[in-house]
């Protein structure tokens, strides 16, 4: 059983070059962002604040809200990227966060060695990455470039790498932010098979995205998002409503 549950959770990041011309009030509202306020020697961007959220086997939660409602910050928090500030994270199951499909890459590693830690970041087990790592090759179509350093790849050759390294893990909470690009026009066909593939073995879904047909496909529930705050859970035609009506603003 795969299981998310946030309770009351709020995140301050603190920003230390700040421009001094922009502290002249003590808190400042901004339009899409989260709220700024002024410390001792620093700005924090208050960018969640009293998130109650509640994920179990079967949900397909999208995210919805404009740039900086604080959707992907949510993401970071479920994966563990960033520890709350305020309130708790519980999970049960294997998080698999595909917030940014390249992180891991290292330039001056081989193809084949980028597969293995990139799969150990995204949870696998050594055993687990070894066993996957030919299945992983022959996908990706690179061929001897994966003996090769990923310097030498083209942007097109490294989507590859990445998304058949990514596509490969077994989730039980699958986080994705934003639809996985696929490459070339040739590769799309059987990267989009792979991708659904990927969504049906997930237990819970979480997908930020600003793209209506992904959500609509994709997911069963919908959560709206504004200045950091949690304003509603709904089905995906209510929340998309909502959205599109522009009530997104929190309720202090």
């Known amino acids: 059983m795969a299981y998310l549950k946030l309770e009351n959770v709020s995140l301050g990041l603190p920003i230390f070059s700040f421009d001094s011309y922009s502290l002249k009030k003590r808190l400042i509202r901004i339009g899409t ?10 700005v924090v961007v208050q960018a969640l604040r009293g998130v109650d ?23 970071r928090v479920m994966a563990g990227v960033y520890a709350p ?10 998080v698999v966060p595909l917030i940014n499909p ?3 890459i290292s330039s001056e590693a081989t193809g084949y060695e980028n597969i293995t ?23 990706s179509e690179l061929g001897e470039y994966l003996a090769m350093p990923t310097h030498t790849y083209s942007a097109g050759m490294l989507t590859r790498l990445s998304f058949a390294t990514v596509t490969a893990v077994d989730p039980d ?20 098979k792979r991708f659904n593939d990927l969504l049906a073995r997930a237990k819970i879904m979480v997908l930020a995205s600003h793209s209506e047909d992904w959500v609509r496909r994709a997911c069963n529930r919908a959560a709206l998002l504004a200045q950091g705050r949690l304003v509603r859970v709904g089905s995906v035609d209510e929340i998309l409503d909502e959205y599109v009506r522009g009530s997104d603003s929190p309720k202090e």
Do not use: P, W
């Not at 740039?67 to 993401?75: D, E, F, R, V």
């Not at 970041?121 to 070894?130: A, T």
């Open 117 to 139: 830690m990139c799969g150990l970041y995204l949870g696998m087990k050594l055993k687990e990455v070894r066993a996957m790592t030919r299945e992983i090759a022959e996908f």
């Open 102 to 104: 390249g992180i891991g």
């Open 53 to 75: 959220l509640e994920l179990r086997d079967g949900d397909r939660l999208a995210l919805i809200g404009h740039n900086g409602a604080g959707k992907t910050t949510l993401l």
């Open 85 to 94: 500030s305020g309130g708790s994270v519980e999970v049960e199951g294997r």
């Open 33 to 42: 962002g989260g709220r700024l306020q002024r410390e001792a020697h620093h």
């Open 173 to 192: 909470i699958l986080l994705l932010d934003e639809v996985i690009g696929a490459g070339d026009a040739a590769f799309q066909e059987k990267a989009l």
